[in-house]
């Protein structure tokens, strides 16, 4: 049958699945996200919610099944029989310090990035940051490449990153992945990207400039 | 509306190869737009009574917020705690980021609050990508001449132009940032050319454009020195001096522990974007959870004048199906890449690239006319018919679509084996405060820029202009409230809400209502009691 077709009869069929939120006992219809859920079972200042489609990184939450205990996003996650539920505070701000503006040579970029990151090339390789990533992210490959001076390559494995920051909860080592992944793009564009069709209409529009400049200054006289 | 196809019968009759007819003679745009277009609804407008924009015409539900009562009075002042900054950025979406950076770079202190996390926003959910004239066939003319058609010629051209001209200048600040562009082999910026563009003009990052901007404008605010963040504090109301004649600071609350606060400084600008959340006409949205248009009320408060309060964008690709995405947008992108709009009789029915507007009363009147296809007695949609789509193109939709493919995908649908069911949804406000090139409101100190801002999209947005806009605007503003050199507020009030209030008892209007709204009725639980 058609995936339209047999989710839109469960839909209409809507059983009840009792779970608990940040230790409400709630419940839900089958097809809801967890965001919805908390907000139907009116769960009060559920605040932590953004784009409602798993882009913005906002809804982190912790979900407890039995004994086994994971990190999500809550609007990505549907209801379920028995599931307990706690939205995560707000990250704490990062450790990590370096503005962009600041790089002034290329050549230099690998002892910046030691500087700012010593930590990155002490990953311990215990995975927790790839399970944590709700993106299912090579986060620790990432930070792998990034050590090993690929930032390019380290850039395009955070790729979908949505700085939901679960990667930084989890490592051990206080290595900060969200933020070493964002290095790695920010530094790829800062310094390579170049595209001539952009340098060729910039140059244009700045002459151009100069022209209208020259001529208003000459009509002055 | 109950007539339409019942979904089975219309997904039987659906075939990605069938004969999908010629497309009819589009036969007058305005009586189609006049007829079907929202904005156009019977009841929906209607005559705003006080303040700025006395006499002009409104959405009805904007209307009521306009002219309602404010969160707080002077009482609720005394002993509040004060902080100073020389730029207060209310709004952390991308025209927020960009003014903070720009202010910032100009050696002012920023302080940045905003509602939910840094970040949370419109802009980090634009998909198709954002405008700027820098193929060797297109011109910043042509780029100008372009929004203001599209805009039904209702924009301010200063603006417009002002916003072209800024474009390459954009993208060259956005790569300095450290954001990312798709290319082409030989190194160009890759362009698409979406509806209403006489060139290829859309710059993107695959389909995660403002993702991208975002995450990066994000990390160089929080890295910033001189920018310090507030996240879950909304602002609730501005603050005037003791005439009610400037701005001169505002009110925030939190929403992690209800301790309001005050911030006294020198410029304000606002940056709170759109209002998709307020739900227009009953329309489903697009936009994220802090969209409620509290920017407007606060703006129109204190005595700025607004503009086009009439007229919104319904995109008309929203999903459909599955409910939880209800509102949630399939980019234009698609449509640009040469998806076709298809009825539930099979057939084609508009040129799918027309101006959004025109588009979207193309799909209302199918919908409302029986040829649409209906899931239940609510919800009636066309198809977007994404397999043909495959058909023609293999594997565009996993290449260049990631993030429509990665969201469909968690609800089991394959958009590239079965068509998308759409409608249209409120999706952005074309309108907003009045503004001049710097960003400046007609009340002095306050600037007002990004989506809360009118007189670029006249009365239609085309795709791009609105991230193109943010930045173009954001950092204009950041650098002209920077500039001001006076010494800074001597006293802060909240005479303007006086005033209002006295022009709405004389006009005999009741003061039931409190805005801004902050949040939806049904996010709100525990955070108050309005
Ligand atoms: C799904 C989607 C796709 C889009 N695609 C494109 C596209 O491809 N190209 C394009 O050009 N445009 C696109 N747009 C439009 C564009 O993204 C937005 O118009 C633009 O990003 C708005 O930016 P902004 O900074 O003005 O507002 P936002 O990015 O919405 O930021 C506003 C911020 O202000 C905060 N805020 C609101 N009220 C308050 C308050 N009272 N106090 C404090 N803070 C407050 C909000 O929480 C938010 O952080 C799209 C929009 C959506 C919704
Ligand atoms: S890489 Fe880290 S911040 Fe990015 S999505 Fe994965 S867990 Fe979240
Ligand atoms: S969590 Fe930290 S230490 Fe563990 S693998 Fe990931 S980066 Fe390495
Ligand atoms: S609300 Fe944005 S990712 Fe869940």
């Not at chain 2, 009789?345 to 027309?354: P, S």
């Not at chain 2, 939709?397 to 089991?412: A, D, I």
């Amino acid at each position: 049958m058609s995936a339209i077709l047999s989710k839109e009869n469960e839909n209409a069929q809507q059983p009840d699945v009792a779970l608990t939120i940040n230790g409400l006992a709630v419940n839900a219809h089958t097809g809801m996200t967890l965001v919805e859920a908390a907000w139907h079972a009116g769960v009060p200042r559920v605040t932590s919610v953004g784009c409602m489609e798993g882009v913005c990184g906002s809804c982190r939450v912790m979900l407890r099944r039995g004994k086994d205990v994971t990190v999500g996003l809550a609007c990505q996650t549907f209801a379920e029989e028995g599931i307990e539920v706690v939205f995560m505070p707000p990250a704490s701000a990062p450790r990590h310090h370096y503005e962009i503006g600041d790089f002034k040579d290329a050549w230099d970029i690998h002892a910046r990035f030691q500087d700012i990151f010593p930590e990155a090339s002490r990953c311990r390789h215990c995975h927790g940051c790839d399970s944590a990533c709700p993106k299912g992210i090579t986060v620790e490959n990432g930070v792998a490449l990034a050590a090993a001076g690929r930032y390019r390559d380290a850039g395009e494995a955070f790729f979908e990153c949505v700085m939901c920051e679960l990667c930084d909860v989890a490592c051990p080592e206080l290595i900060a992945p969200a933020h070493v992944g964002l290095f790695c793009r920010r530094v790829t564009a800062h310094f390579h990207l170049r595209p001539p069709n952009l340098i060729y209409r910039l140059e244009e529009l700045r002459q151009e400039r100069q022209s209208v400049a020259l001529i208003e200054s000459d009509e002055e006289k | 509306m109950s007539n339409g196809i019942p979904l089975a019968e219309a997904l039987a009759r659906y075939r990605p190869d069938s004969d999908i007819g010629s497309l009819p003679e589009l036969a007058d745009t305005d009586t189609l737009l006049n007829t079907y277009h929202p904005d156009h609804l019977r009841d929906s407008v209607v005559k705003l009574a006080v303040g700025a924009n006395t006499g002009d015409h409104c959405q009805h539900e904007l209307a009521g917020l306009l002219q309602s009562e404010a969160f707080i009075d002077e009482a609720d002042l005394a002993g509040t705690p004060v902080t100073d900054a020389d730029v207060l950025v209310i709004g952390g979406g991308g025209a927020g980021c960009a003014a903070a950076l720009a202010a910032a770079e100009k050696g002012a202190r920023v302080l940045l609050v905003t509602k939910l996390r840094l970040g949370d926003s419109n802009t980090v959910m634009a998909e198709g990508g954002i405008q700027a004239a820098i193929e060797p066939d297109d011109s910043v003319q042509r780029h100008v001449q372009d929004t203001l058609r599209g805009g039904h010629h209702a924009g301010d051209p200063a603006l417009v132009a002002a916003m072209a001209e800024d474009g390459p200048e954009v993208l060259r600040w956005l790569i300095r940032q450290g954001m990312q562009f798709e290319q082409t082999p030989s190194g160009d910026l890759h362009t698409r050319r979406a509806g209403g563009m006489s060139a290829a003009r859309l710059v993107h990052c695959r389909d995660y454009t403002g993702l991208e901007m975002m995450r990066v404008l994000r990390e160089a605010v929080i890295q910033h020195r001189s920018i310090e963040v507030w996240e879950q504090s909304p602002a609730v109301e501005l603050l005037s001096n003791e005439h009610g004649q400037k701005c001169v600071g505002a009110v925030l609350t939190s929403l992690l522990d209800d301790q309001l606060r005050i911030v006294r400084t020198r410029s304000v600008i606002l940056a709170t974007g759109g209002l998709g959340r307020l739900h227009l006409n009953g329309f489903p949205t697009s936009n994220h959870l802090g969209a409620t248009g509290d920017g407007l009320v606060l703006a129109y408060r204190i005595g700025a004048r607004l503009r086009e309060l009439d007229s919104f964008q319904y995109h008309p690709t929203g999903l459909l199906h599955p409910s939880h995405l209800a509102g949630k947008l399939v980019t234009e992108g698609v449509r640009a890449a040469g998806a076709l709009l298809v009825n539930g009789l099979g057939r084609r029915f508009i040129d799918e690239l027309q101006p959004r507007d025109v588009v979207c009363a193309a799909i209302l009147r199918e919908c409302s006319e029986g040829r649409g296809i209906r899931i239940d007695g609510q919800r009636v949609g066309v198809w977007l018919d994404t397999p043909r789509l495959e058909r023609a193109q293999p594997g565009l939709l996993e290449k260049q679509f990631p993030n429509l493919m990665t969201r469909t995908r968690v609800s089991g649908i394959d958009p590239r084996i079965e068509p998308l069911l759409v409608h249209p949804t409120l999706h952005y406000q074309n309108g907003g405060a009045v503004i001049d090139t710097n960003g400046a409101t007609t009340v002095p100190g306050l600037y007002a820029v990004g989506e809360v801002a009118g007189g670029i999209h006249g009365r239609n947005r085309i795709m791009g202009n609105a991230l193109l806009e943010i930045i173009s605007f954001g950092r204009r503003a950041g650098i002209a409230a920077t500039a001001s050199r006076d010494r800074g507020p001597k006293k802060v009030t909240l005479e303007h809400v006086n005033r209002l209030r006295r022009a709405l008892t004389l006009a005999g209007m009741p003061l039931t209502q409190r805005a801004p709204r902050i949040l939806p009725d049904y996010a709100a639980g525990g955070v108050w009691k309005r």
